[in-house]
Structures are given as structure tokens and as C-alpha cells.
């Protein structure tokens, strides 16, 4: 309902196209620039704790937005106000509303469990609009803003109720803000399946977005419809999602997640093509239910596929990034359609970002995604413990690790291959520097090393490993030669002598 109702009151207030696109861009922006810090605070405080807060925070916005449209002092620029704060709460609250989804559930049922939460939404979605064109015809514009507030005041008493901790205990202090962020950026930087997700993702949503954008002014002018026919379009939306959710987990089973995406993409683009051709209302509400079913396909593989490639340490950094992405592209393609669709108009534009989603297709089809919940993240704790002379203050650094390695000169190349893919591993869990040198007097003897920034965040790389990673450490080890572990030296930063 909020979101039919501030789109409408955009376009109520005023006839430009940008205007009525900066709305979900005022929406988005929010999520693009705080989603990673949001993500990093999620992974370093009580997840409960940081949602009762924000909840309370957009419930006071909600009442506020509601009087200022009862009492009429609302205008395109507060209202673009107020939708920045209720998109700055969105930011901080959704990685970790999707961080605590594997908390509920155990893994193998962790796509189901997405999915059941994309129904939840969409039924939201798709009830919602509906009342919502009803509600503002009734009662008028303040009255879906203030049935917002109440809404959160319920989501606050579940909150309270709930009683579940904040995730896995931690045998180590919490991460400092900023180095949570690096952290965050860096994993994503060198997790392959992680990357290729948000390759993906932007290019989907930097099309997909442009129907959002422009969807208030595709009823009004192109299909000749007034806020109840808004709001059934937007109702159509989720109940093709809803519908497609039904159906998602036998259409994997059938395609998998990566044609999966692919043709919710096609749909996608074929839903512009609709829009931008036909004035018909029926016609409409059919490529609603379509472009409903094409985002949830696209949506929900996408975030099974972040899921699946993070570890519980950056599980919220990580589905940041996914919203960065996400949310970016909104915010980006709302301006950017808006925009264009005031220079040439809304059917060109819609053609436009077709051709731009059925292009995407071939471009990013060589980023893989995965669907795989067999993969085991849980931390292995097989490293062995460095030997130390004495106890070592755990802020003390940058500290440098060493692993000399014996193998046959004929398997250099191999074993290379293997380094490589490994060394992403020693970045990913927290190495700002790694490489890898052969001696020239001993062929066949190689030198490993790799720098982290303290002691303690040495200890937490013992705590990031993962059972996965073991298998990726055997393809390293069947090179090397002889039965023990490879030597591994851990050198430390000497104090700076204190000045006389």
C-alpha cells in the first residue's frame, strides 16, 4: 500500500516523468549506498536488536508522512524526503532480515525457504495494491501511509517475542566497523560464485527496473487507468510472483538456476514489449502476472545462489552486495528511464529496455550461478595451531605467513593452476597480500606466503576456513611431495624500540 500510494501521490502532485521515477529511486539510493555498512553491522551486533531499532525509527516516519498528506503540507520534494528515511531504514534492516533466514531453517531447506518468503512478500505485494487503490479512494492518500505505521508497530511486537540469538557464538571479539566493510568487499572481490551472482544480477535489474520506474505512468497514460487500476497492476505483479513460486522449485529442478534466470529475463523483456505496444487493460494485467513470475524466478535463484556461497562469519556483508547491486540498478535505472522516457517517451523507452534485457542474456550467460546446498561452509578448524614462544598481543602486526612447498618440476604448471585458485581463498578470508616464489637454486621448491593485518585477524582466518575450502587445499597438496603438511613459518612485525 505505501508503495502504490507514493507512487500515486507523485503523480497526483506533479506531471514530469522524472519526478515520478525519483520516487523508487528515493527509495532505492538508500539500500545502494548503506546496504554494505548495514551488512557489516548486522555481522557484528544482535540482528534483533538492530531490527527492533529501525522498526521503531520507520514507524515514526510512517506517522509523520501519514499528517503531512492529511493536513496537506506535502509536496514532490517532501515527499521525496520521507521516501529517502523509510529507504535509509530499508537499507539497515534488509541484510539482516535475509541473514537470519538460515537461522529458521536447516540448509537443504534453504531454497524452500526463500521461496516461501518471496510468497509472503508477493501476497503482500499482491493484496496490498489492491486495498490500497480502495483505501485511497475511501478514506484518501494519508490513510495507506498511516495503515504502514500500524504494521510496523506489529512486526515490532514479533520482534520482541522472538527470542533467538544473533547466529553462531564467537569464540573471537567482534569485528571493528570499517574492518567489517573491508572485510565484506574483500570476500566478494575474491568469491568467484559470489561474483558471478551480482554479474548476473546486474543484468537483469538494470532493465527490469524500467516497468517499476515507469509503471504509475504506464497505468495512467498508456493503458488509461486510474489508482484501482494502478493498484491492480501492482496486485497482478505479485500474484504472478506468488503463482511462480509454486511452480520454481520443479522449474529448477527442470532447467536449473541458471536457465532459470535466463528466461525470467526474456520475460522480462517480453513484458516491455507488451507495455510499449498494447493499450489494452487486459492485456496489462497479463504481462503483470508475467513480469510478477519472471522477477520472482530471477530474484530468488539469484538470492539461493548468494546464500549458498556464504559462511555464516559475512553471510549479511555478502547479501549486502546483492542489494548494493540490486538496489544501485533501481536507483540508476529509475533516474536513468525517467529521464529518457521525458526526452522520447514512455513506449520508446520501454522498447528500448527490452532490446537492453534480451541483450543481457548472451552477455552474462558465462557467470555461473549455483544452486548447490550440499556445499559445506561450516568452518573446519583443520589448520594446525602456530607455535608461538610467547603470548602475542592480538592487535600486534601486520603478521606474515610462510608455506614452503616440495613438488616435481614437471607438475609446475598444475600446481600453479592450483595456487592461483587457492590464493583467492587466503584473500578471501582476510590476507591484503599473497604470492608465490620459486627458489632458483632448488627447482621444484616453491615459497608461499600471504599478510594479514594483526595477529587477531590471523586467528580469525583459522576460524573462516571452511570444510569446502579442504577440498580446494587437496588439489594444492597432491603436488606436494612427502608425507607431512607443507612447512608453515608465522613471522610477526617487530614492536618499534621505544625513543630515549
Same mark, same amino acid.
Given at each position: 500500500?505505501?508503495?502504490?500510494?507514493?507512487?500515486?501521490?507523485?503523480?497526483?502532485?506533479?506531471?514530469?516523468?522524472?519526478?515520478?521515477?525519483?520516487?523508487?529511486?528515493?527509495?532505492?539510493?538508500?539500500?545502494?549506498?548503506?546496504?554494505?555498512?548495514?551488512?557489516?553491522?548486522?555481522?557484528?551486533?544482535?540482528?534483533?536488536?538492530?531490527?527492533?531499532?529501525?522498526?521503531?525509527?520507520?514507524?515514526?516516519?510512517?506517522?509523520?508522512?501519514?499528517?503531512?498528506?492529511?493536513?496537506?503540507?506535502?509536496?514532490?520534494?517532501?515527499?521525496?524526503?520521507?521516501?529517502?528515511?523509510?529507504?535509509?531504514?530499508?537499507?539497515?534492516?534488509?541484510?539482516?532480515?535475509?541473514?537470519?533466514?538460515?537461522?529458521?531453517?536447516?540448509?537443504?531447506?534453504?531454497?524452500?525457504?526463500?521461496?516461501?518468503?518471496?510468497? #509472503?512478500? @508477493?501476497?503482500?505485494? &499482491?493484496? =496490498?495494491? %489492491?486495498?490500497?487503490? /480502495? +483505501?485511497?479512494?475511501?478514506?484518501?492518500?494519508?490513510?495507506?501511509?498511516?495503515?504502514?505505521?500500524?504494521?510496523?508497530?506489529?512486526?515490532?511486537?514479533?520482534?520482541?517475542?522472538?527470542?533467538?540469538?544473533?547466529?553462531?557464538?564467537?569464540?573471537?571479539?567482534?569485528?571493528?566497523?570499517?574492518?567489517?566493510?573491508?572485510?565484506?568487499?574483500?570476500?566478494?572481490?575474491?568469491?568467484?560464485?559470489?561474483?558471478?551472482?551480482?554479474?548476473?544480477?546486474?543484468?537483469?535489474?538494470?532493465?527490469?527496473?524500467?516497468?517499476?520506474?515507469?509503471?504509475?505512468?504506464?497505468?495512467?497514460?498508456?493503458?488509461?487507468?486510474?489508482?484501482?487500476?494502478?493498484?491492480?497492476?501492482?496486485?497482478?505483479?505479485?500474484?504472478?510472483?506468488?503463482?511462480?513460486?509454486?511452480?520454481?522449485?520443479?522449474?529448477?529442478?527442470?532447467? #536449473?538456476? @541458471?536457465?532459470?534466470? &535466463?528466461? =525470467?529475463? %526474456?520475460?522480462?523483456? /517480453? +513484458?516491455?514489449?507488451?507495455?510499449?505496444?498494447?493499450?489494452?487493460?487486459?492485456?496489462?494485467?497479463?504481462?503483470?502476472?508475467?513480469?510478477?513470475?519472471?522477477?520472482?524466478?530471477?530474484?530468488?535463484?539469484?538470492?539461493?545462489?548468494?546464500?549458498?556461497?556464504?559462511?555464516?562469519?559475512?553471510?549479511?556483508?555478502?547479501?549486502?552486495?546483492?542489494?548494493?547491486?540490486?538496489?544501485?540498478?533501481?536507483?540508476?535505472?529509475?533516474?536513468?528511464?525517467?529521464?529518457?522516457?521525458?526526452?522520447?517517451?514512455?513506449?520508446?523507452?520501454?522498447?528500448?529496455?527490452?532490446?537492453?534485457?534480451?541483450?543481457?542474456?548472451?552477455?552474462?550467460?558465462?557467470?555461473?550461478?549455483?544452486?548447490?546446498?550440499?556445499?559445506?561452509?561450516?568452518?573446519?578448524?583443520?589448520?594446525?595451531?602456530?607455535?608461538?614462544?610467547?603470548?602475542?598481543?592480538?592487535?600486534?602486526?601486520?603478521?606474515?605467513?610462510?608455506?614452503?612447498?616440495?613438488?616435481?618440476?614437471?607438475?609446475?604448471?598444475?600446481?600453479?593452476?592450483?595456487?592461483?585458485?587457492?590464493?583467492?581463498?587466503?584473500?578471501?578470508?582476510?590476507?591484503?597480500?599473497?604470492?608465490?616464489?620459486?627458489?632458483?637454486?632448488?627447482?621444484?621448491?616453491?615459497?608461499?606466503?600471504?599478510?594479514?593485518?594483526?595477529?587477531?585477524?590471523?586467528?580469525?582466518?583459522?576460524?573462516?576456513?571452511?570444510?569446502?575450502?579442504?577440498?580446494?587445499?587437496?588439489?594444492?597438496?597432491?603436488?606436494?611431495?612427502?608425507?607431512?603438511?607443507?612447512?608453515?613459518?608465522?613471522?610477526?612485525?617487530?614492536?618499534?624500540?621505544?625513543?630515549?
Amino acid at each position: 500500500m505505501h508503495d502504490l500510494s507514493a507512487g500515486w501521490l507523485m503523480a497526483t502532485l506533479t506531471p514530469s516523468p522524472l519526478l515520478v521515477a525519483s520516487v523508487q529511486a528515493a527509495t532505492t539510493l538508500p539500500v545502494f549506498l548503506f546496504a554494505l555498512p548495514a551488512g557489516a553491522l548486522a555481522d557484528i551486533v544482535d540482528r534483533r536488536r538492530l531490527l527492533l531499532i529501525v522498526k521503531i525509527i520507520l514507524t515514526i516516519v510512517a506517522i509523520a508522512m501519514s499528517l503531512s498528506v492529511y493536513l496537506n503540507f506535502m509536496n514532490p520534494w517532501l515527499l521525496l524526503i520521507f521516501t529517502l528515511l523509510m529507504g535509509t531504514g530499508a537499507a539497515f534492516i534488509a541484510p539482516a532480515w535475509q541473514a537470519i533466514v538460515p537461522q529458521l531453517v536447516p540448509r537443504p531447506e534453504l531454497q524452500q525457504a526463500i521461496a516461501l518468503n518471496s510468497v #509472503g512478500i @508477493n501476497i503482500s505485494r &499482491a493484496i =496490498g495494491p %489492491a486495498v490500497g487503490g /480502495l +483505501v485511497i479512494a475511501v478514506v484518501g492518500l494519508w490513510a495507506p501511509f498511516m495503515l504502514n505505521a500500524i504494521s510496523f508497530i506489529f512486526v515490532i511486537g514479533v520482534l520482541i517475542w522472538w527470542k533467538a540469538g544473533s547466529g553462531e557464538a564467537r569464540a573471537l571479539p567482534a569485528e571493528r566497523f570499517t574492518g567489517a566493510i573491508r572485510a565484506g568487499l574483500r570476500y566478494t572481490r575474491e568469491s568467484g560464485p559470489v561474483r558471478n551472482t551480482l554479474y548476473r544480477a546486474i543484468g537483469f535489474f538494470l532493465f527490469a527496473t524500467c516497468y517499476w520506474a515507469l509503471l504509475p505512468l504506464i497505468a495512467r497514460d498508456l493503458l488509461k487507468g486510474g489508482p484501482s487500476y494502478y493498484g491492480l497492476l501492482l496486485a497482478s505483479i505479485g500474484g504472478g510472483a506468488v503463482l511462480a513460486a509454486l511452480g520454481l522449485p520443479k522449474l529448477k529442478k527442470i532447467l #536449473g538456476p @541458471n536457465k532459470v534466470v &535466463a528466461t =525470467g529475463s %526474456a520475460g522480462t523483456a /517480453l +513484458v516491455l514489449v507488451i507495455f510499449a505496444m498494447s493499450s489494452n487493460q487486459i492485456a496489462g494485467l497479463g504481462a503483470s502476472m508475467l513480469a510478477g513470475a519472471s522477477w520472482l524466478a530471477v530474484l530468488s535463484s539469484l538470492n539461493v545462489s548468494t546464500q549458498l556461497a556464504l559462511p555464516e562469519w559475512v553471510r549479511a556483508r555478502g547479501l549486502s552486495m546483492l542489494l548494493t547491486v540490486y538496489f544501485g540498478a533501481m536507483a540508476g535505472g529509475s533516474v536513468i528511464w525517467g529521464n529518457i522516457a521525458g526526452q522520447i517517451g514512455v513506449p520508446t523507452t520501454l522498447l528500448i529496455a527490452a532490446g537492453g534485457a534480451a541483450l543481457a542474456i548472451p552477455i552474462t550467460w558465462r557467470w555461473k550461478i549455483i544452486a548447490d546446498p550440499s556445499i559445506d561452509l561450516t568452518p573446519s578448524f583443520h589448520w594446525p595451531v602456530p607455535v608461538m614462544a610467547s603470548e602475542i598481543e592480538e592487535d600486534r602486526g601486520p603478521v606474515m605467513v610462510t608455506v614452503e612447498y616440495q613438488i616435481d618440476p614437471k607438475n609446475r604448471e598444475a600446481f600453479q593452476s592450483a595456487m592461483e585458485n587457492y590464493g583467492h581463498t587466503r584473500r578471501r578470508d582476510g590476507a591484503f597480500s599473497w604470492g608465490i616464489f620459486e627458489d632458483v637454486s632448488a627447482p621444484g621448491r616453491f615459497l608461499e606466503y600471504f599478510l594479514v593485518d594483526s595477529w587477531l585477524e590471523h586467528e580469525r582466518q583459522h576460524h573462516r576456513v571452511t570444510e569446502a575450502d579442504i577440498e580446494i587445499e587437496k588439489q594444492v597438496m597432491q603436488y606436494h611431495l612427502g608425507e607431512t603438511r607443507p612447512i608453515a613459518r608465522h613471522l610477526i612485525a617487530p614492536t618499534p624500540p621505544k625513543s630515549q
